[in-house]
């Protein structure tokens, strides 16, 4: 059964399947990754794991809890996006507390950048220590200790995508999110990440769904890898396994 089990998970935009009658089981610790052409439904599936998207059938669950009925604040699940959605002028405390604060928002990042900061203080305010706990903890993590007061703008590319991934454990979420947050990346720092990523996630030890379009970046960390193909999964198969072709 799995961990995380989608079942028979279908979304529709109107006259548009983006997923239909998608079923998988994911272990706990497992880093499984959704591959496939753009388009084929990734991201979707992605936004109904995380609940910002109602399916329109079928259901996913996470240690045996139906996601669609959790509140914002019930979720257990952190997101990394592909371009970080940082705020680059604010430091990487903020960056990270912020991570804290994003059950309040429905799709993502970024679409309320002018109400984080008052946000921000308020709750900062409310709960220093606390705060400052879970922050510094997230950025240990990643392997960023220390680097409260820095601003994004002077992090390399690297060090910026290990903020977004601090940002998307800080609230110790069971599941974290991935989607194509190697794709930005020149070639070199790609392949570097790979390993960074796969490295954090295995010392972290947290159940790991990563959407990519690129199969060798599939191979070369997954676990497990589904081929995605027109809102379908085509094939589940270890890496060594996979006969299919994206
Ligand atoms: P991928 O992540 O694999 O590129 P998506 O899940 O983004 O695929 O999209 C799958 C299909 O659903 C595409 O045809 C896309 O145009 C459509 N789609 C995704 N989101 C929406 C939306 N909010 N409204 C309408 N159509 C959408
Ligand atoms: P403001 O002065 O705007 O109300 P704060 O007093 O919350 O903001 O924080 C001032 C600066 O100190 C911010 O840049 C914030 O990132 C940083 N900061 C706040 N609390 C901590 C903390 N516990 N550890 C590290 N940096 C912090």
């Not at 591959?35 to 079928?58: H, V, Y």
Request: charged share 25%; glycine share 10%; aromatic share 6%.
């Amino acid at each position: 059964d799995g961990f995380l089990v989608l079942r028979d998970l279908t979304k529709k935009f109107n006259d548009t399947v983006a997923v239909q009658g998608v079923s998988v089981g994911i272990e706990q610790g497992e880093f499984f990754a959704l591959l496939g052409p753009s388009g084929c439904g990734k991201t979707t599936t992605m936004r109904c794991i995380a609940g910002f998207e109602q399916p329109t059938s079928g259901h996913v669950e996470i240690a045996g809890r139906a996601v669609a009925g959790l509140s914002p604040a019930q979720r257990d699940t952190g997101m990394v996006f592909q371009n970080y959605a940082l705020f680059p002028h604010y430091d990487v405390f903020r960056n990270v507390a912020y991570g804290l604060l994003m059950d309040r928002l429905h799709g993502g990042v970024g679409r309320r950048a002018g109400a984080i900061g008052s946000l921000l203080n308020g709750r900062i305010a409310h709960r220093q220590a606390e705060v400052r706990d879970e922050v510094a903890r997230a950025l240990e993590q990643v392997d960023l200790a220390g680097y409260e007061r820095r601003k994004i703008s002077q992090l390399s590319g690297g060090q910026q995508q290990r903020v977004a991934l601090a940002r998307a454990l800080v609230k110790q979420p069971s599941v974290l999110l991935m989607d194509e947050p190697l794709s930005n990346l020149d070639r070199k720092l790609r392949n570097q990440m790979r390993y960074t990523i796969r490295d954090i996630q295995q010392r972290v030890g947290i159940t790991t769904i990563f959407v990519t379009h690129d199969q060798e970046e599939a191979m070369s960390m997954a676990d497990r890898i589904a081929l995605m193909r027109d809102g379908k999964i085509v094939q589940v198969a270890k890496p060594s396994e996979l006969y299919e072709r994206p």
